[in-house]
T-cell receptor
Framework: DQQVKQNSPSLSVQEGRISILNCDYT??????FLWYKKYPAEGPTFLIS?????DKNEDGRFTVFLNKSAKHLSLHIVPSQPGDSAVYFC????????????FGKGTKLTVNP | DTGVSQDPRHKITKRGQNVTFRCDPI?????LYWYRQTLGQGPEFLTY????????KSRLLSDRFSAERPKGSFSTLEIQRTEQGDSAMYLC???????????FGSGTRLTVV
């Protein structure tokens, strides 16, 4: 049972344009969401997070939007750069308890020069 | 500098052998997590420590797996009688201190031949 779903295995965009990565979740107990970026043979690198009390969080070129009623979040990267090419993972956790992360399967982003 | 050091980076072992991985958080945190990532999947939770106490184990963690965190600092993950299905990247993570999110180590890539 995939509680966090990233339905697009891959995404290709042109340098300078916007990249939009999507994520859906099914567990209503999730109230903290994170995006990670991963290069091959390395561990995931934290990008940005959002708590369920917010609907938007920005950090530089990265913005995460949360739609709780739709159980949907998205990561916007603008402008996209070739160095952004990587696999992006959406993760979620309920606050309290172990706060273990539940990850999606990832979306491979390719930014073309 | 990810804040978490993992050793070794790569391990090739023959089926049936035992292997041990080590995780060293650079700054102490009372929570420490182990995850496993296989090809095409996101990281999957294995186990969680609060200080030296192992508080939660995934059903992915068969009885061939054991993890410890003596003194609540570094942690080890041992796999006995390795099987080819154990081939994966094993990741260690702790919460950031003073920041959102979790920091992951670079992982140990295990290949069972």
């Amino acid at each position: 049972d995939q509680q966090v779903k990233q339905n697009s295995p891959s995404l290709s965009v042109q340098e300078g344009r916007i990249s939009i990565l999507n994520c859906d979740y099914t567990n209503s107990m999730f109230d903290y969401f994170l995006w990670y970026k991963k290069y091959p043979a390395e561990g995931p690198t934290f990008l940005i997070s959002i708590s369920s009390i917010k609907d938007k969080n920005e950090d530089g070129r990265f913005t995460v939007f949360l739609n709780k009623s739709a159980k949907h979040l998205s990561l916007h990267i603008v402008p996209s750069q070739p160095g952004d090419s990587a696999v992006y993972f959406c993760a979620a956790t309920p606050q309290g308890g172990s706060e273990k992360l539940v990850f999606g399967k990832g979306t491979k982003l390719t930014v073309n020069p | 500098d990810t804040g978490v050091s993992q050793d070794p980076r790569h391990k090739i072992t023959k089926r049936g052998q035992n292997v041990t991985f080590r995780c060293d958080p650079i700054s102490e945190h009372n929570r420490l997590y182990w995850y496993r990532q296989t090809l095409g999947q996101g990281p999957e939770f294995l186990t969680y420590f609060q200080n030296e106490a192992q508080l939660e184990k995934s059903r992915l963690l068969s009885d061939r797996f054991s993890a410890e965190r003596p003194k609540g600092s570094f942690s080890t993950l041992e796999i006995q009688r390795t099987e080819q299905g154990d081939s994966a990247m094993y990741l260690c993570a702790t919460p950031w201190k003073g920041r959102d999110g979790y920091t992951f180590g670079s992982g140990t890539r295990l290949t069972v031949v």
